[in-house]
């Protein structure tokens, strides 16, 4: 009897112990067991590719085009970061775990007052292709890519185009990162 009573004593102890840290023998055992990690926790991007479909575009698109160029790499690069990689500064040579991205854009900003105005039946309306591949810095080989197109026919005042193709441009790139993760060491 006195066997049982310090038996059940030390089974209500350990219960005691095991509710006081949060954690139970099942959880423990599951979290025993790491995850193993992506193969690529580093991402240098390289230059951008971008060529505006327009035949005969005006020196406003041009500028535009200046401005947008500019801009893209900081999008990329903030949607690398917040999806875990760290960014390099510059080209990693061969490093193990780093992958090289690089990123190639057409577009068409098309007419914002013709989307304002009839975007409804598809006047004004602006597209952007994306392309994204990360490169494994050390092999050369691309290991992940993405594609992405996007049209937009209308929004409040017909839109403002180059905010929604940088949109376009991180959401595609999250989708690369979360394909570089699923590749594991």
Not at 39 to 52: D, E
Not at 63 to 87: R, T, W
Not at 156 to 177: P, Q
Request: aromatic share 6%; glycine share 10%; proline share 4%.
């Amino acid at each position: 009897m006195s066997r049982s009573f310090v038996q059940a004593a030390a089974w209500g102890l350990v219960s005691v112990v095991l509710v006081a840290c949060g954690s139970s023998p099942e959880k423990s055992a599951a979290s025993s067991v790491p995850e193993a990690p992506s193969k690529y926790t580093q991402a240098y991007v390289s230059a951008i590719s971008v060529t505006l479909v327009d035949a005969a575009p005006d020196s406003k698109r041009l500028e535009d085009k200046q401005v947008f160029e500019k801009k893209l790499p900081g999008v990329i690069q903030a949607a690398l970061k917040e999806n875990g990689l760290q960014v390099l500064s510059e080209h990693p040579g061969q490093r193990e775990g780093a992958v090289v991205v690089q990123a190639k854009l057409s577009y068409d900003p098309g007419n914002q007052a013709l989307r304002w105005v009839g975007g409804i039946v598809g006047a004004g309306k602006a597209t952007v292709d994306i392309t994204l591949e990360a490169t494994d810095a050390s092999s050369g080989k691309v290991v992940a890519s993405k594609q992405e197109s996007d049209t937009k026919r209308g929004g409040m005042f017909g839109g403002n185009f180059y905010e929604d193709a940088a949109e376009t441009l991180g959401d595609t790139t999250e989708e690369l990162v979360e394909d570089l993760a699923a590749i594991k060491r």
